[in-house]
């Protein structure tokens, strides 16, 4: 089992910067992917970008491209969303999830931490 608690989320103007940091505890040698996840209200969650823990191979999603980026640190254990030109369509909970090497899903998923985008 792989625990993970998300920080740096609140209030922005829309054109403004955030970082996001998880931190990685438990089973961690097991863990194949790391993932943001974020659900605005009345809607479903989806994903926004995600990074191999070897190799470090990235995936955005288009809504996200060119203004965020997912980078590890292998050393703290610790995987971090840097969110540039932030928009009020970005509000929501945001949350980090890891995949096990032997799953196919994301199958460990964190708290989540409130990001606010104000027009």
């Known amino acids: 089992q792989v625990q993970l608690v998300e920080s740096g989320g609140g209030l922005v103007q829309a054109g403004g910067s955030l970082r996001l940091s998880c931190a990685a505890s438990g089973r961690t040698n097991s863990v194949a992917e790391m993932a943001w996840f974020r659900q605005a209200p009345e809607k479903e969650r989806e994903f926004v970008a995600s990074?191999?823990?070897?190799?470090?191979?990235?995936n955005y999603a288009d809504s996200v491209k060119g203004r965020f980026s997912i980078f590890k640190d292998n050393v703290r254990r610790t995987v971090s969303l840097q969110m540039n030109s932030l928009k009020p369509e970005d509000t929501a909970v945001y949350s980090c999830?890891?995949?096990?090497?032997?799953?196919?899903?994301?199958?460990?998923w964190g708290q989540g931490t409130q990001v606010t985008v104000s027009s």
């Open positions: 999830a890891a995949r096990d090497l032997s799953a196919s899903m994301f199958n460990s």
């Open positions: 990074i191999t823990w070897i190799g470090g191979n990235t």
